[in-house]
């Protein structure tokens, strides 16, 4: 019996699911199975589908009402929700993750992003101002939102639709028309989300999807395109730094969430129980590749010798296995690439001085999965501050645990870094929570507890973690042109 040929995905452009002669192998990160091929968008391609865009909003997507997308975006809620369990198998399937996060986080985020947004634009208000003038009569001046145009988006592969829809969302709500380039790692539920679209009755053109890898491929082809107005981006930092000199002879509007090194600190009156659970939380999720993730935790000296005990007992009972097994913790990495990436630290690690608490290596499972691309969670202590595994990103199921004295002190180290998206605090003492969340250089600051999401809130991070911000009505300021009408009375 032949073997059967994998599946081909495809672009989704002007309303057609379209293939390229190029393609490349989507890989399963649980046992290293070819998942399917995937076409390759050319430049041509990439040109086909801004033109796409362009062209639709000239069409009756141009013509509708907020309300009218807004009706849109909830019949897109409603075919993911329809699809769920096809989406759920999708992400899984890309990524390795367990399903129990696929189902809590990542597909259920992607419904709440379309519905949040479908409401938040429908009940957007807009600004009014009355002046005075010489003459005594008077002028009113206020604004109306319009649409940026043709939006560019590319994502990443660690939470790959909840960060595709996070962008989408919004720039279809005020009224863009888009083109998606999801990353190569994580394919399929881009793929699945076209479908829904076109379903749904989204007038062709509006949304576009185009596959392909960033540099020399797709992803280039889309920041140079000159028909784009904007480009939103979530990926690493120096990725952003690519894609901005790329867009800068434009001008084009940019919004970028890119890397992190972000701190965990838990001071002397933290409640430890929580602490400990709050950090295996935001080290360890989503097998750290999360741009949130705690790769610096701080533990006050008092304390220090009792949580590095209870992280390591913690760490050494995680639960490494397959997707489906109802109490896995931890699934493998992204790709055998991404694993070389995070071992050379572990590696690095060790020759910088640390010392491996739990951890450090490959897991050996005896079956399929020695074929995926897993990695021992590990723990590390007595590295300096200044050691690269404590300044760059490693992206992996990692920490540093250091100990420190007092909070002058920690709020310096904390600061000290290059990146600046996030950080969570553990204490109790609540003068103390605010004192110090203020004083920490991030966008993003959490106090006992790590990734609550309310989306009405601005999300994004300073230095090298990003530009602008995204979430609530930041989201509708980045994709629309605010214009402000003067009316002399
Ligand atoms: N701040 C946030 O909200 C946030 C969220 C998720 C991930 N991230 C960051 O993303 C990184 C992990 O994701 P990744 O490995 O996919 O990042 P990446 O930068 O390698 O790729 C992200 C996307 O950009 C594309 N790309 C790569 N090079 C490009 C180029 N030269 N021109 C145009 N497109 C290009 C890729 O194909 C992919 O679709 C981590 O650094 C993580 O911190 C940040
Ligand atoms: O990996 C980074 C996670 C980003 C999360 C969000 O952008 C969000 O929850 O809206």
């Known amino acids: 019996m032949k073997p059967e040929s994998p599946a081909l995905l495809r672009h989704y452009i002007g309303g057609e699911f379209v293939a390229s002669a190029a393609t ?39 013509k509708m009402s907020v309300q009218q997308r807004s009706a849109m975006l909830h019949k897109i809620a409603d075919g993911i929700e329809a699809r769920f369990d096809e989406f759920v198998a999708a992400e899984v399937a890309d990524t390795g993750r367990p ?28 600004d009014a101002f009355e002046m005075p003038t010489a003459d005594g009569a008077g002028a009113l001046n206020y604004t109306v939102r319009k649409p940026l145009g043709v939006v560019g988006i590319i994502s990443p592969w660690n939470l ?27 394919p399929t539920s881009a793929t699945l989300l076209a ?3 076109c379903q749904a009755g989204v007038p062709a053109g509006v949304f576009n999807l185009v596959h392909g890898r960033g540099a020399d491929s797709a992803g280039q082809f889309l920041t140079q395109s000159a028909g784009i107005d904007a480009l939103t981006f979530t990926g690493e930092s120096r990725t952003g730094s690519t894609i901005m000199k790329a867009v800068a002879d434009g001008v084009k509007e940019v919004s ?70 109802a109490d896995v913790d931890m699934g493998p990495l992204i790709s055998h690439g ?9 590696r690095l690690a060790v020759e910088e001085g640390a010392t491996v608490v739990a951890g450090g290596g490959v897991p050996v499972f005896g079956d399929a999965r020695d074929e995926g691309a897993y990695v021992q969670p590990t723990v590390w202590t007595g590295l300096p501050d200044n050691a690269r595994c404590n300044t760059e990103e490693i992206f992996g199921p990692v920490c540093h645990i250091a100990p420190f004295d007092d909070e002058e002190e920690i709020i310096a180290r904390v600061n000290d870094s290059k990146y600046g998206l996030a950080c969570a605090l553990w204490t109790t003492n609540l003068s103390r929570a605010h004192r110090v969340a203020r004083r920490i250089h991030v966008g993003l600051v959490w106090v006992n507890t790590w990734y609550l999401r309310d989306l009405r809130t601005p999300f994004g991070g300073v230095k090298l973690s990003g530009l602008g911000r995204e979430g609530g009505r930041y989201s509708l300021d980045f994709y629309s042109d605010v214009a402000n009408i003067c009316i002399k009375l």
């Open 24 to 62: 490349f192998d989507n890989i399963a990160p649980v046992d290293g199975r070819l998942l399917s091929r995937v076409s390759e968008a050319d430049r041509a391609t990439v040109e086909s589908a801004v033109a796409a865009a362009r062209r639709a909003l000239s069409g009756p997507w141009g």
């Open 99 to 126: 399903v129990h996060q696929a189902r809590s986080l990542d597909i259920a985020r992607a419904i709440t992003n379309f519905r949040t947004f479908a409401d938040l634009a429908a009940c957007a208000n807009s």
């Open 160 to 186: 790959p639709l909840l960060l595709l829809t996070w962008k989408v969302a919004p720039a279809l709500a005020c009224g863009n028309a888009v083109i998606a380039k999801p990353s190569e790692e994580s």
């Open 195 to 197: 479908e829904v679209i």
């Open 256 to 325: 970028f969430e890119l890397g992190g090194k972000n701190a965990a600190v838990v001071f002397a009156d933290a409640d430890f129980d929580a602490a400990v659970a709050g950090v295996m939380r935001s080290s360890f999720t989503n097998s750290g590749q999360v741009c949130l993730c705690s790769e610096r935790v701080y533990v006050h000296r008092s304390i220090y010798d009792k949580f590095v005990t209870a992280i390591k007992q913690k760490v050494q009972a995680l639960r490494i296995g397959f997707p489906e097994e």
């Open 338 to 346: 991404h694993r070389d990436k995070v071992l050379s630290y572990y």
